[in-house]
């Protein structure tokens, strides 16, 4: 078992900046790749980014590329994301999620594990 808590949401205004954070705990954190979701009222849950276990092998959604940033620090058992430039459509719960290495990882269904969430508004 994997456990993953977020946290670092909250209220900031477009154009304003956050860093997610999300702690994990249970089974070997750095043997399994990494992402971040999120959901907005009324959509389904939408991939945003993911990294593999070594820290490379990035990927990102069009819509988040060259705002957002993924890191991880396996030393911390921790997975970072960096969002900058936030506009309101960012507005959405964001989820943690682990799963097993040698998946794509761009579809919540490979995920095992996820975190409860934390919200991100971004105000106009």
């Known amino acids: 078992q994997v456990q993953l808590v977020e946290s670092g949401g909250g209220l900031v205004q477009a154009g304003g900046s956050l860093r997610l954070a999300c702690a994990a705990s249970?089974?070997?954190?750095?043997?399994?790749?990494m992402g971040w979701f999120r959901q907005a009222p009324g959509k389904e849950r939408e991939f945003v980014a993911r990294i593999r276990w070594s820290g490379g092998g990035t990927g990102y959604a069009d819509s988040v590329k060259g705002r957002f940033t993924i890191s991880r620090d396996n030393a911390k058992n921790t997975v970072y994301l960096q969002m900058n430039s936030l506009k309101s459509e960012d507005t959405a719960v964001y989820y943690c999620?682990?799963?097993?290495?040698?998946?794509?990882?761009?579809?919540?269904?490979?995920?095992?594990?996820w975190g409860l969430g934390t919200q991100v508004t971004v105000s106009s």
């Open positions: 249970g089974r070997t954190f750095s043997n399994y790749l």
């Open positions: 999620a682990a799963a097993l290495p040698l998946r794509v990882g761009s579809r919540a269904s490979e995920y095992d594990y």
